[in-house]
């Protein structure tokens, strides 16, 4: 079982909806990340967040909005998107500070716009 | 140059066979060095760290070259379990710590 946690587990939205995306991790992580992956792709880092600040933007879209309410939550607020960011969307976290930085993944939210 | 490199096989293998996989890094400021495993449509999960010295678990053997900048994976005596895609993952410092994943090598075990 992991121990990060998504919400929800799959998400079909037109491109003129909103909508958002939720991680929770209870690991007292520092670092939580938001990748992107396509099937047959590697994940690509779009996000991260230490100690609830925003660390790295990978040059991603505006019509992704990340949040980071508290050390445990991650959120990825989505609006206006495109057909082409259908898309597994996959959280991660792991010990800031560690010079290991293992990531802890969540199971993701696939993520359909129509 | 992509800043990891991985052959995205497949590798298709019969049970009880050996393979390798090798991946490189072009970042000489890369500090650690992980294979993941990914089945399909699942999350990825970590396989194993890699270590200056090498470490082995069980079947899986990690090497990390540092002067040559690449790492690679031994698998022995491969179960059908073993078919996946196996992603390499370097970690550099720049403030925070930024995993980069290669492409992935898909391993196909077959009876």
């Known amino acids: 079982d992991t121990e990060v946690t998504q919400t929800p587990k799959h998400l079909v939205m037109g491109m003129t909806n909103k909508k958002s995306l939720k991680c929770e991790q209870h690991?007292?992580?520092?670092?939580m990340y938001w990748y992107k992956q396509k099937a047959k792709k590697p994940p690509e880092l779009m996000f991260v967040?230490?100690?609830?600040?925003?660390?790295i933007n990978e040059s991603v879209p505006s019509r992704f909005s990340p949040e980071c309410p508290n050390s445990s939550l991650l959120n990825l607020h989505l609006h206006a998107l495109q057909p082409e960011d259908s898309a597994l969307y996959l959280c991660?976290?792991?010990?800031?500070?560690?010079?290991?930085?293992?990531?802890?993944f969540g199971e993701g939210s696939r993520l359909t716009v129509l | 140059r992509k800043e990891v490199e991985q052959d995205p096989g497949p590798f298709n293998v019969p049970e009880g066979a050996t393979v390798a996989f090798n991946c490189t890094y072009s970042?000489?400021?890369?500090?650690?060095f992980f294979w993941y495993r990914q089945d399909c449509r699942k999350e990825p999960k970590l396989l194993m760290s890699?270590?200056?010295s090498g470490n082995e678990d069980g079947r899986f053997t990690a090497q990390l070259n540092r002067a040559s900048q690449y790492i690679s994976l031994l698998i022995r005596d491969s179960k059908l379990s073993d078919s996946a895609t196996y992603l390499c993952?370097?970690?550099?410092?720049?403030?925070?710590?930024?995993?980069?994943f290669g492409r992935g090598t898909s391993l196909i075990v077959h009876p």
């Open positions: 967040y230490s100690y609830e600040k925003l660390s």
């Open positions: 993952v370097v970690t550099r410092s720049g403030g925070s710590y930024i995993p980069t």
């Open positions: 991660a976290s792991s010990q800031e500070g560690r010079v290991s930085g293992e990531l802890f």
């Open positions: 890699v270590y200056s």
């Open positions: 970042n000489s400021a890369s500090q650690s």
């Open positions: 690991m007292g992580h520092r670092a």
